[in-house]
């Protein structure tokens, strides 16, 4: 892999692993977190004390070695030097590496007891057990500097010729010695040449090894001291590591610590916000943000259902008083309307009856009149002045259309308490067939004052059957949806205010309408639509003109209750009721009720 390749999948390595740790951040729990927090700082004391000790035992070991190997170095080295000192101790040997058998100082030698040889031998073999061990040495330390080793090689050769002289020069004594058959002055000389023949290449092997042992004694000295300090370095290094472990994992955990405590805080703080902010302003849309899993994260989703709990039964009880109060309403109303009926019905039916009788009488009389002018045309002249001042004649044309109209507005009357009273039916407590129709002509009776010129009703009803309904309750559905539409074009209708009060035929034709439609849908839905070619609902409070107290009118001049409590009405009734309005447009409702 190249170097770019490793710098391109490192970061989305690093992020992985960030995304990991967030992840179980937010969906551990609080007693996981601080599980995993002192699992941490725990798991890296011990890895770092583990680890401080396995490295401090490498460095350690490998310190000791060295030193072992430099003292053992030493040690041979050292008993090298005793070895050839204690063979050279005697004075029969002393000599050798001096050269001065030719010296006129040094008296000649004596000859050599037998016993003396022997030990002097004895020496020897125990020189040659050291090299053997010396041997043994390069052999186990052959990893060492091959400097070291090829020092120590040459040090052996060296060795190793010294040894080999002495002994033949102790073999060819013992030999001589052993023979007897020379005298003693012939064995002294014997001796003498032997000596002097060997002395050169014994004095110069015996000053190479001093002076290579010495070199390589201070160099295993100066190797010991290096191990030394190695193995403190060892100690030192091992020690640092355990320590700033156990930092690390201090700090670690106290890092957590924060995290885990700040974290908490800040849910509980922000949990806190939201209650009071709730509270304060009995806003139940707020939600507090749920950003883990832990106990926080279920106590701040609890919070939450909480509030949407609140915001249910806070419109249940909203929607509750809003159906007392108008049950209240519409039953003071109900009973305000069917005592004035009443009121109204009696008198009415009083004079609508009387006025049959008071048509008839009229008749007679005026035929009695007419009786009196045919037998007496030449009346006296007070009789002949009063009918010319009543104008008999006009009396005679006018007073049955004064009846006829009379007879009129009566029954205009009836209609108005009739629908009054099919409007209210306040003993109507079940739902039973009704003419949806009729209930919707009922409503216009009843709105007939606000439908002033200018804003004409279209009715374009279908073949509707029967609809199991509440009568009184889907009536005041219509009253507020007709109400509303001619609320919504009366503001532009005022221009046909001047026109109000000349005669029907003068005006010209509507501007404004209200289209009503009624008509069956898949044999199961009564549809009625009441649409009105008005400026239209703003999109902005579309939605809501279905919450209670809600309303776009002047204070005092709407509740906005009305279509409020016409959606739970139509709900009631297992229907659907829908508005469709653009800007300028007018605006469509539309109910849909279920045969």
């Known amino acids: 892999m190249s170097g770019?390749?490793?710098?391109?999948?490192?970061?989305?390595?690093?992020?992985?692993?960030i995304s990991w740790i967030n992840q179980f951040l937010a969906s551990a729990s609080i007693r996981q977190k601080v599980f995993v927090g002192y699992a941490v700082s725990i798991g890296l004391a011990i890895l770092g004390t583990t680890t401080g000790l396995g490295i401090g035992q490498h460095y350690q070991k490998a310190a000791l070695a060295e030193l072992t190997r430099a003292q053992k170095q030493e040690h041979l080295l050292k008993n090298l030097q005793i070895a050839i000192l204690e063979v050279r101790s005697y004075p029969y040997l002393g000599p050798l590496h001096l050269g001065e058998f030719n010296s006129p100082r040094v008296a000649p030698p004596v000859a050599v007891p037998m016993e003396d040889l022997q030990l002097v031998q004895d020496k020897i073999d125990q020189a040659q057990q050291l090299l053997l061990e010396a041997e043994g040495f390069v052999t186990e330390f052959d990893t060492c500097s091959k400097t070291n080793t090829n020092q120590l090689l040459a040090l052996l050769k060296t060795y190793t010729i010294i040894i080999d002289s002495y002994k033949t020069l102790i073999q060819s004594l013992l030999s001589e010695i052993e023979s007897g058959n020379l005298p003693d002055d012939q064995l002294k000389l014997a001796q003498r040449q032997l000596l002097q023949q060997n002395n050169p290449e014994l004095t110069s092997a015996l000053e190479r090894f001093f002076e290579k042992s010495d070199q390589l004694i201070r160099a295993a000295q100066f190797k010991q001291q290096q191990g030394l300090s190695a193995l403190n370095r060892a100690d030192k290094l091992c020690f640092g590591i355990i320590v700033s472990?156990?930092?690390?994992?201090?700090?670690?955990?106290?890092?957590?610590?924060?995290?885990?405590?700040?974290?908490?805080?800040?849910?509980?703080?922000?949990?806190?916000?939201?209650?009071?902010?709730?509270?304060?302003e009995s806003n139940f849309t707020l939600q507090a943000p749920v950003t883990t899993q832990d106990e926080v994260g279920v106590l701040a989703t609890s919070l939450n259902q909480l509030i949407h709990r609140m915001a249910d039964y806070t419109q249940e009880l909203q929607q509750t008083d809003i159906q007392l109060i108008q049950n209240e309403k519409m039953s003071s109303l109900g009973t305000?309307?069917?005592?004035?009926?009443?009121?109204?019905?009696?008198?009415?039916?009083?004079?609508?009856?009387?006025?049959?009788?008071?048509?008839?009488?009229?008749?007679?009389?005026?035929?009695?009149?007419?009786?009196?002018?045919?037998?007496?045309?030449?009346?006296?002249?007070?009789?002949?002045?009063?009918?010319?001042?009543?104008?008999?004649?006009?009396?005679?044309?006018d007073l049955p259309k004064i009846i006829a109209s009379m007879k009129g507005g009566a029954e205009r009357i009836r209609e108005i308490v009739l629908s009054m009273r099919n409007f209210s039916r306040l003993d109507e407590a079940e739902m039973k067939p009704v003419n949806i129709h009729e209930g919707i002509d009922n409503t216009l009776v009843l709105l007939s004052n606000r439908?002033?010129?200018?804003?004409?009703?279209?009715?374009?009803?279908?073949?509707?059957?029967?609809?199991?309904?509440?009568?009184?309750?889907?009536?005041?559905?219509?009253?507020?949806?007709?109400?509303?539409?001619?609320?919504?074009?009366?503001?532009?209708?005022?221009e046909y205010k001047a026109i109000e009060h000349k005669s029907v035929e003068s005006c010209p034709s509507p501007?404004?309408?209200?289209?009503?439609?009624?008509?069956?849908?898949?044999?199961?839905?009564?549809?009625?639509?009441?649409?009105?070619?008005?400026?239209?609902?703003?999109?902005?409070?579309?939605?809501?003109?279905?919450?209670?107290?809600?309303?776009?009118?002047?204070?005092?001049?709407?509740?906005?209750?009305?279509?409020?409590?016409?959606?739970?009405?139509?709900?009631?009734?297992?229907?659907?009721?829908?508005?469709?309005?653009?800007?300028?447009?007018?605006?469509?409702?539309?109910i849909s009720l279920p045969r």
């Open 336 to 397: 305000m309307v069917a005592g004035i009926a009443h009121e109204i019905n009696n008198p009415i039916n009083f004079i609508y009856g009387n006025l049959f009788f008071t048509s008839d009488y009229i008749e007679d009389l005026l035929s009695l009149v007419e009786l009196y002018q045919q037998y007496y045309p030449n009346p006296d002249p007070e009789i002949k002045n009063q009918l010319e001042e009543i104008d008999l004649e006009f009396l005679a044309q």
């Open 511 to 590: 501007v404004f309408t209200i289209r009503i439609q009624t008509e069956l849908v898949d044999q199961n839905w009564v549809v009625i639509r009441i649409a009105d070619n008005g400026p239209g609902i703003p999109a902005a409070i579309k939605d809501r003109i279905f919450d209670p107290f809600f309303t776009t009118k002047d204070p005092g001049q709407g509740t906005g209750l009305g279509l409020a409590i016409s959606y739970q009405i139509i709900t009631k009734h297992r229907g659907k009721i829908e508005v469709a309005s653009e800007p300028g447009q007018g605006a469509e409702f539309v």
């Open 4 to 17: 770019e390749d490793f710098q391109g999948c490192h970061p989305n390595l690093g992020a992985s692993r």
């Open 451 to 494: 439908l002033k010129p200018g804003i004409e009703v279209i009715k374009q009803y279908g073949d509707l059957p029967l609809v199991d309904c509440y009568p009184a309750q889907l009536n005041q559905v219509f009253l507020s949806i007709l109400e509303n539409a001619l609320d919504a074009i009366e503001k532009d209708a005022t």
């Open 245 to 280: 472990s156990m930092i690390a994992s201090v700090a670690i955990a106290i890092l957590l610590a924060i995290h885990t405590s700040n974290a908490i805080a800040q849910l509980i703080k922000s949990l806190t916000e939201i209650t009071e902010q709730v509270k304060q």
